[in-house]
């Protein structure tokens, strides 16, 4: 009986999936979209902010909604301002990021692969890496006063000390069967660094600059913002002595887009590929 049913029944009606309503649907598709997870989650923010603004919730000398930022934006680019700023910073940022690695960096596997150094140096590493950036600023302004090299030395200072904890740490999760074996075929120091040590220490100094160019870009607009005479973070400053709360907000909307642009085209990619080509990979190959 129960054959002579299933014999009966619409060939249509057994094999026809179930469609997922309409609604999930469409948010699996959009949730897809490069464009939607990037802009997606920053809709609610700046509706929040909209509507913050509108109630009248803040006097308009203490916040302004995203129309009047989106004006200033268009009223800075007229006047040449914001493009200025924009490349004063990015120079500085360049400059410190620069001379931070090429410190950090050679004294990070100084440090690792030298018992005598890293004895030495040691104590000193975290003890500096303890003080914050900015307690520098008032020796800095006293021995360079207020320029560029004020703000490099803040932004280099910043990114050396977390940069050569990274390279330490990469460099201890090098296995030590791999170096010994590497040695026992007859590899001499040089080799060994070049393709063992490097290769195992480069996850942890991707992540190592990853971090040290995040500490310094916020190093930057603390040293602008005190010592700088141009640069995002002298323009919000600026804007707060004369009471223009929207140069603020602009700064500050200015400051974390580039970063974002920065580490989502630049530093992120380039951790991952890192970790895929020296970590995730030979772990693998390892496992296997």
């Not at 057994?14 to 997922?20: F, L």
């Not at 700088?228 to 223009?244: N, Q, W």
């Amino acid at each position: 009986m129960t054959a002579t049913r299933e014999r009966n029944a619409s060939p249509g009606a057994r094999t026809r999936p179930r469609r997922a309503p309409l609604a999930r649907r469409f948010w699996a598709r959009l949730s897809r979209n490069g464009a939607f997870r990037t802009l997606g989650p920053f809709v609610p923010v700046v509706a929040l902010w909209w509507l913050v603004a509108e109630a009248g919730v803040f006097p308009d000398a203490f916040f302004v909604g995203p129309d009047r930022v989106v004006a200033e934006v268009g009223d800075l680019l007229r006047k040449g301002v914001l493009p200025g700023y924009l490349s004063d910073s990015l120079t500085r940022l360049g400059y410190g990021v620069g001379f931070g690695l090429l410190i950090g960096l050679p004294m990070g596997f100084l440090t690792a692969m030298s018992l005598r150094v890293r004895k030495a140096v040691w104590p000193i590493l975290l003890f500096f890496q303890a003080i914050a950036d900015i307690a520098w600023l008032p020796i800095v302004i006293v021995w360079f006063g207020f320029s560029l090299t004020s703000v490099t030395f803040v932004i280099v200072y910043t990114i050396v000390f977390p940069l050569m904890l990274s390279v330490v740490a990469g460099v201890e999760q090098v296995p030590g069967e791999l170096i010994r074996a590497a040695r026992s075929l007859g590899a001499g120091r040089v080799r060994v660094f070049v393709e063992v040590i490097l290769p195992g220490a480069l996850p942890a100094v991707a992540s190592g600059v990853r971090t040290g160019l995040g500490y310094g870009w916020r190093a930057l607009v603390a040293a602008e913002i005190i010592v700088g005479t141009s640069g995002i973070g002298f323009m919000m400053f600026d804007a707060r002595r004369v009471g223009d709360v929207s140069q603020v907000f602009l700064g500050m909307i200015v400051l974390g887009v580039l970063w974002y642009m920065l580490d989502a085209l630049i530093l992120a990619p380039f951790e991952k590929a890192t970790v895929e080509r020296w970590g995730m990979v030979r772990s693998m190959e390892g496992d296997g």
